[in-house]
């Protein structure tokens, strides 16, 4: 069994852990253009989010190649806010596509089709755990890639109320000028537990969830987590790969 996965960050951590488990794994990003000859030599294409294969529908039905599409969080809102022509295609591949997976049930009922199986794309437990860290740590840690869906104007106003506190905002897009806040605009994922460890506590506050490892990545690397004003203090078996991938690697044999 070899397996394509078009996507990005999250296409290549779940080949990463296929692999870990024996699967013939690959993981690209989705071509610009339809094409045929990146598919060929795969048995299963499996796209990660919604957008990653609508294109490439027509070759994965010429090549006759089984396919899945994993829902991730943005793309299953922008399905559901979407109209016309552009959302009656989607419609159409999600209909297509073998088997449709979504990373949480909250997703599949706003996709609204009964088809599908709800499997989170786990966290991977070989890089995710405790790491020394002998200096100072920061206090908090932030992402904000949005600064509306994850409020970015809550953060900054909590960094002026606590001007003793060191918070550390991960972010492509803004430069903060406040003393106690430093903006990082990039940290490569297989190094976020070094990240992790140089701070005591993860605060995510959002406006709605899509698909939120970071609070579960944060707690096996042992920092306090804060996740819209509740603390979070367990990781859900299913977000283990030992727990996930097998069941994962399950549906795929049986496409």
């Not at 990653?52 to 829902?71: D, E, G, Q, W």
């Not at 552009?86 to 159409?92: S, V």
């Not at 993860?202 to 609070?215: A, D, F, S, W």
């Amino acid at each position: 069994m070899k397996v394509l996965l078009l996507g990005t960050s999250n296409a290549d951590i779940l080949a990463r852990q296929l692999r870990y488990y024996g699967v013939h794994a690959k993981a690209m990003p989705p071509p610009k253009l339809p094409t045929l000859f990146p598919l060929r030599k795969f048995d299963i294409i499996y796209g990660i989010y919604l957008m990653s294969l609508t294109r490439h529908v027509p070759s994965i039905k010429l090549l006759r190649k089984k396919s899945l599409i994993h829902i991730i969080g943005s793309d299953a809102f922008r399905y559901a806010t979407a109209h016309g022509l552009k959302k009656d295609l989607w419609k159409l591949a999600l209909e297509t596509y073998d088997e449709v997976l979504y990373v949480t049930k909250e997703l599949q009922q706003l996709i609204g089709l009964e088809k599908g199986k709800v499997v989170p794309i786990p966290i991977d437990t070989k890089i995710f755990k405790k790491l020394e860290y002998k200096e100072e740590k920061r206090d908090i840690l932030y992402y904000c890639p949005k600064p509306k869906t994850y409020r970015l104007q809550w953060i900054l106003q909590y960094a002026r109320e606590h001007p003793n506190e060191t918070i550390t905002i991960l972010s492509y897009l803004y430069s903060v000028n406040l003393p106690n806040v430093k903006v990082i605009p990039y940290w490569p994922y297989e190094k976020m537990p070094v990240l992790y460890s140089m701070h005591r506590r993860l605060i995510r506050m959002t406006t709605h969830e899509g698909y939120p490892k970071m609070p579960y990545e944060a707690l096996l690397c042992g920092l306090e987590v804060i996740w819209n004003n509740q603390r979070t203090t367990e990781v859900p078996e299913e977000m283990l790969m030992e727990k996930t991938i097998p069941k994962l690697i399950s549906i795929l044999e049986n496409l």
